[in-house]
Each structure stands twice: as C-alpha cells, then as structure tokens.
C-alpha cells in the first residue's frame, strides 16, 4: 500500500507510533476524524472536509493544534508526496493525549495518514435492513465525525455480511431510515429524488450536501424527507453518497434487485465533473 503519514512535524513513510496504554485517545475512544479523497489531481472538498475536523474535534471538548488552512496545506503536501495517478483516502486526525475520562482540551494531538484506497468495483451492492438502530443526539456526538460511533456501524455491517449482504440500512430509535451503515441513503421514485432529513441521528455528510446542491442545480426535485423501510423497497432507485465511493448504486436491498437508474446515473456524472471543475491542487 502506497502511504504517507504526518504527525509531531515529520512525514514518515510506514505508520508512526503515538498512542500508549493511558492514551485517553485510545483509552476512551474519544478521537475524531475526517476524510477526504485524492485522484489524479483532485480533492473535491477536501477544504470543507479540513474544515470539518476543527469542528468535531471542538465538539468533543478537544482544542485543536493547528488551523482548517493549515490542515488543508499538510493534506496537499501528503498528496504531492504520491503517484499522482492513484487514488487516496486522505484522514486528518486529532485525539487527547493526557487525561482519562476527562482529558486535557491542550494536549489534542494530531495526524494524517494519506494512503492508498481504489474507489468501490461496479456495479454496485447490496443492503438489508439492520437491527442496529443510530442512537439518538443525547446519547452520542453524532454532530461530529467520532470514532467512537463507528463500532457500533461495524456491528450492523458484520451482521449485514453474515447474513449474505454488503451494506445495512440502519434506522434511528423510531424507526426510521437513517442511512446506510457507512454512507448516506438516497431513493428515487417517479423522477423525484428523496433523502432522510437531518435529525440529530447521523452525519449530514459533506459529499450528500454536494450531490443535493448539484442534482437541484440540474432541475431534479430534491426532498429531504422522513423515509421508513417500505419507501426503499418501493423506489425506482437505490444509492448512497459518502466518500469512499462518492456515488454508488444500490443493486438489491434484502429480496428486490434495483438497477442503476438514470438519477443515479446523472447524480454521479454531476459529481465527477464538479471534481474536474473545482479541485485541481
């Protein structure tokens, strides 16, 4: 895997260590996290997605060392650093490093690792829906992008995979859709394209505010919407939206197959070439 990592000043080529035991980082899995993508010269966003890190290391009661401008330039530079035709999961970091329950906001450590991590095959995946519900905004920091939301993820995803699926569709306490395990959940049915509205109980992610804007720009019809379970099975299309594979379709979700429909289609092009226009670095 081709990769370079920053942290404490220093580039290094192989992972440096910075974590022990009394890590209240580690310890209590209070880091954040963002990430962003690389790709034959471009990074769309990759300044909202710098920016979004100071946000969520702020909201876990962390003073972040460095400023959303000098994340973007280290970012840049980690980039530069590798073939320029690959394509990279670019992941700033920040994480306590002295303290326990309660940590020191000043001892906020901070990382990047830029490092290899191809876009999803087509021609799509699979979903079903999860017994693992998203916990509700006074349970968990899902304002920010925590690593200790994503075990529970994990969960619904292992499950998902022993149970012969790619992906879960993770509903919040009512019942309602949230969003796939790990990306955000977009149908469309008649021409229209619907996405759960923020509730407090997932992530508003910066590549689903990016495909909203541009799919209106084009004259779709955009509703964020309460959606149940039965509004996916019965849409003309599946997709989801997140940045490890920016727009990708849904094929089946428990026992109805979809195809990759025309919004979809469009919805994915409008995105690559809003990547070509505005992220040459």
């Not at 290094?12 to 974590?19: G, H, L, S, T, V």
């Not at 973007?72 to 670019?90: F, M, N």
């Not at 970091?93 to 087509?122: K, W």
């Not at 149970?163 to 790990?182: C, L, M, Y």
Request: proline residues 7%; aromatic residues 12%.
């Amino acid at each position: 895997m081709r990769a370079v990592f920053y942290y404490d000043g220093k580039w290094y080529d192989q992972e440096p260590k910075m974590i022990g035991p009394m890590t209240p980082g580690f310890w209590f899995g209070s880091a954040v996290f963002d990430g962003s993508r690389a790709f034959g010269g471009l990074a769309p966003d990759l300044d909202l997605h710098c920016a979004r890190i100071i946000q969520s290391a702020k909201k876990l009661n962390m003073n972040p060392p460095v400023t959303a401008e000098e994340v973007i330039a280290l970012c840049v530079e980690g980039i530069r650093k590798l073939p320029r035709e690959g394509v990279y999961y670019v992941r700033p970091m920040m994480f306590p490093t002295r303290g326990a329950m309660v940590h020191d906001p000043d001892s906020t450590g901070f990382l990047i690792a830029v490092h290899e991590r191809p876009f999803p095959d087509a021609p799509g995946f699979s979903a079903c829906k999860s017994d693992f519900r998203r916990p509700d905004p006074d349970m968990a920091p899902n304002d920010a992008k925590a690593s200790c939301l994503y075990p529970n993820s994990g969960r619904a995803l292992v499950d998902a995979a022993r149970r012969g699926f790619a992906n879960a569709i993770v509903t919040d306490s009512h019942g309602n859709v949230a969003e796939f395990a790990n990306s955000n959940l977009w149908i469309a049915k008649d021409g229209v394209v619907k996405t759960p509205a923020i509730n407090g109980t997932f992530l508003n992610g910066i590549t689903r505010q990016r495909v909203m804007a541009l799919l209106r720009g084009a004259g779709f019809t955009v509703e964020e919407t309460t959606l149940v379970h039965d509004d996916v099975l019965g849409a003309d299309e599946v997709f989801s939206s997140g940045n490890m594979a920016k727009v990708f379709p849904c094929i089946r979700v428990d026992d109805r197959e979809f195809q990759p429909g025309p919004v979809y289609l469009k919805a994915r092009e409008l995105y690559f070439e809003y990547a070509k226009e505005h992220s040459v670095f």
